[in-house]
């Protein structure tokens, strides 16, 4: 027992007073016991034999426990997701040469942290020199569909069609497989100052006329003619100028040859006006020969001036040239001064063809007879090609190879570079070039061309999608 006031332990006989003070006693078995303090451990349980915290249950240990797969995938996945994006950025630059799903826009700009790391800084100069990069797969200057600087890597010969010199069908500057219609076009300069007197007695434009009526009495009659002059209309009077420019015209549609019909319209006008040169190109290209790009036409020009209308000729040949409207522009320079015979001279290369000088009618006639000489042995090598399938074809099946092994050396050093100029090349020019000397040998074993103008549309297609780009 134990007494609450003076807190002595008493015997249980004691009563229910302490003799020591008289308080009231309370039994032993009412006394309540303090809770003792646990003693602190000294040593960290081990984690195998740690027990569960005495108010968590254990079934909630288990679902913890379940969830840290959970998290390790989700890990692994944001990790992934991560990975992807920095792909997708450039930061991991991996060059796959043949994947061509994947499909880029030709020059497409990119920001500074969009760069490939081992590409060059942008620079003011470099962006000048972008265009010309693109220019260059379209700069053929023997009309094989194979880039000039493509044939100067791999080891042929820029300026001539190799196969049809080893086929012995000649260098000529055409596709052997068109056997299409044949067209020549003449304009004539009909500006003032063709009515300028020659050392002969006769004017400029009375000797081109003559000339040019002798020259259609002996032209092959499979090739369609056509007529157009300029400088016909107003005067060379300033006032007049803008009448003059505008005033081109058809006088002979292209179309068979009928030798009086002819005659009668270049007889049909007389020298007046001004010298559109450039005007009247771009004229053939849009009313002359718009429809007939897959024929074989030709261009000859007669005149005795430089351009007076505000044009650019030199652009304007090359315009024509480069839309495939032409196998090539041939000018005739009639008793010129030297600047006006650079001029066109100029034209006259722009437009793939070959300058002519003449002082008098005789030389005029003899410089039209070459032309058609010429254009002749064009024509010519057009069968040729037929009669000589094995060397033809071999040579191109040669050039292919050597094509394909080039391309892709090519596209991996062009990619260090330029990566969306190497997209293009890998997956716009490489494959339409494939495609085309496929299609010559086809052709060349079978005798038909119907697949070739397709090919030919789609490398047209793809000179103008390089050239927007660069726009």
Same mark, same amino acid.
């Given at each position: 027992?134990?007494?609450?006031?003076?807190?002595?332990?008493?015997?249980?006989?004691? +009563?229910?007073?302490? #003799?020591?003070?008289?308080?009231?006693?309370?039994?032993?078995?009412?006394?309540?016991?303090?809770?003792?303090?646990?003693?602190?451990?000294?040593?960290?349980?081990?984690?195998?034999?740690?027990?569960?915290? #005495?108010?968590?249950?254990? =079934?909630?240990?288990?679902?913890?426990?379940?969830?840290?797969?959970?998290?390790?995938?989700?890990?692994?996945?944001?990790?992934?997701?991560?990975?992807?994006?920095?792909?997708?950025?450039?930061?991991?630059?991996?060059?796959?040469?043949?994947?061509?799903?994947?499909?880029?826009?030709?020059?497409?700009?990119?920001?500074?942290?969009?760069?490939?790391?081992?590409?060059?800084?942008?620079?003011?100069?470099?962006?000048?020199?972008? #265009?010309?990069?693109?220019?260059?797969?379209?700069?053929?200057?023997? =009309?094989?569909?194979? @880039?000039?600087?493509?044939?100067?890597?791999?080891?042929?010969?820029?300026?001539?069609?190799?196969?049809?010199?080893?086929?012995?069908?000649?260098?000529?500057?055409?596709?052997?497989?068109?056997?299409?219609?044949?067209?020549?076009?003449?304009?004539?300069?009909?500006?003032?100052?063709?009515?300028?007197?020659?050392?002969?007695?006769?004017?400029?434009?009375?000797?081109?006329?003559?000339?040019?009526?002798?020259?259609? @009495?002996?032209?092959?009659?499979?090739?369609?003619?056509?007529?157009?002059?300029?400088?016909?209309?107003?005067?060379? !009077?300033?006032?007049?100028?803008?009448?003059?420019?505008?005033?081109?015209?058809?006088?002979?549609?292209?179309?068979?040859?009928?030798? *009086?019909?002819? !005659?009668?319209?270049? *007889?049909?006008?007389?020298?007046?006006?001004?010298?559109?040169?450039?005007?009247?190109?771009?004229?053939?290209? &849009? !009313?002359?020969?718009?429809?007939?790009?897959?024929?074989?036409?030709?261009?000859?020009?007669?005149?005795?001036?430089?351009?007076?209308? &505000?044009?650019?000729?030199?652009?304007?040949?090359?315009?024509?040239?480069?839309?495939?409207?032409?196998?090539?522009? &041939?000018?005739?320079?009639?008793?010129?001064?030297? !600047?006006?015979?650079?001029?066109?001279?100029?034209?006259?290369?722009? +437009?793939?063809?070959?300058?002519?000088?003449?002082? *008098?009618?005789?030389?005029?006639?003899? @410089?039209?007879?070459?032309?058609?000489?010429?254009?002749?042995?064009?024509?010519?090598?057009?069968?040729?090609?037929?009669?000589?399938?094995?060397?033809?074809?071999?040579?191109?099946?040669?050039?292919?190879?050597?094509?394909?092994?080039?391309?892709?050396?090519?596209?991996?050093?062009?990619?260090?570079? *330029?990566?969306?100029?190497?997209?293009?090349?890998?997956?716009?020019?490489? #494959?339409?070039?494939?495609?085309?000397?496929?299609?010559?040998?086809?052709?060349?074993?079978?005798?038909?061309?119907? =697949?070739?103008?397709?090919?030919?549309?789609?490398?047209?297609?793809?000179?103008?999608?390089?050239?927007?780009?660069?726009?």
């Amino acid at each position: 027992m134990l007494c609450p006031k003076c807190g002595s332990n008493l015997p249980e006989q004691t +009563g229910n007073l302490c #003799p020591h003070c008289g308080n009231q006693v309370i039994p032993a078995a009412e006394v309540k016991t303090p809770p003792q303090p646990q003693p602190i451990l000294t040593q960290t349980p081990s984690p195998i034999t740690a027990q569960p915290l #005495p108010n968590q249950p254990l =079934q909630n240990q288990k679902k913890g426990k379940s969830k840290l797969p959970l998290i390790l995938i989700g890990l692994l996945l944001l990790l992934l997701l991560v990975g992807v994006g920095l792909f997708a950025n450039g930061s991991f630059d991996t060059i796959n040469p043949f994947k061509s799903e994947i499909e880029e826009p030709i020059n497409q700009p990119t920001s500074s942290a969009q760069e490939n790391p081992i590409q060059e800084p942008t620079t003011s100069a470099t962006q000048e020199t972008t #265009p010309s990069a693109y220019t260059k797969y379209f700069t053929d200057a023997d =009309q094989d569909k194979i @880039a000039d600087f493509v044939e100067t890597a791999i080891g042929t010969d820029p300026a001539k069609n190799d196969c049809l010199a080893q086929a012995g069908c000649g260098e000529s500057q055409v596709d052997p497989f068109k056997t299409a219609v044949k067209n020549v076009l003449f304009i004539l300069d009909s500006s003032g100052s063709m009515a300028q007197t020659l050392s002969t007695g006769e004017t400029k434009m009375e000797a081109a006329k003559t000339a040019l009526k002798n020259h259609i @009495a002996k032209i092959d009659p499979e090739f369609n003619i056509g007529l157009v002059a300029y400088g016909h209309q107003g005067s060379n !009077n300033t006032t007049d100028k803008p009448v003059s420019c505008a005033g081109i015209e058809t006088l002979y549609p292209l179309g068979a040859i009928d030798k *009086d019909r002819f !005659n009668q319209s270049v *007889d049909s006008f007389s020298p007046t006006g001004w010298t559109p040169i450039a005007g009247s190109f771009l004229y053939a290209k &849009d !009313n002359i020969f718009k429809g007939k790009e897959y024929d074989k036409n030709f261009l000859v020009l007669v005149s005795d001036g430089e351009e007076t209308c &505000d044009g650019d000729p030199v652009a304007a040949a090359k315009q024509l040239k480069d839309a495939g409207v032409t196998a090539e522009i &041939d000018v005739i320079g009639l008793a010129v001064d030297e !600047n006006t015979k650079k001029q066109l001279e100029a034209i006259a290369a722009a +437009g793939g063809g070959k300058y002519y000088s003449a002082s *008098d009618p005789v030389e005029l006639s003899n @410089a039209l007879a070459e032309i058609d000489t010429e254009r002749n042995n064009i024509i010519a090598n057009m069968g040729c090609v037929f009669t000589n399938q094995i060397a033809y074809v071999s040579c191109i099946q040669n050039i292919q190879l050597k094509f394909i092994n080039w391309a892709h050396q090519y596209f991996f050093d062009l990619y260090k570079k *330029d990566k969306a100029e190497a997209i293009f090349f890998r997956d716009e020019y490489r #494959p339409v070039v494939n495609k085309y000397l496929n299609e010559l040998v086809r052709i060349s074993n079978k005798g038909t061309n119907e =697949q070739i103008q397709k090919l030919e549309e789609e490398m047209k297609k793809l000179q103008e999608k390089s050239k927007q780009a660069i726009n």
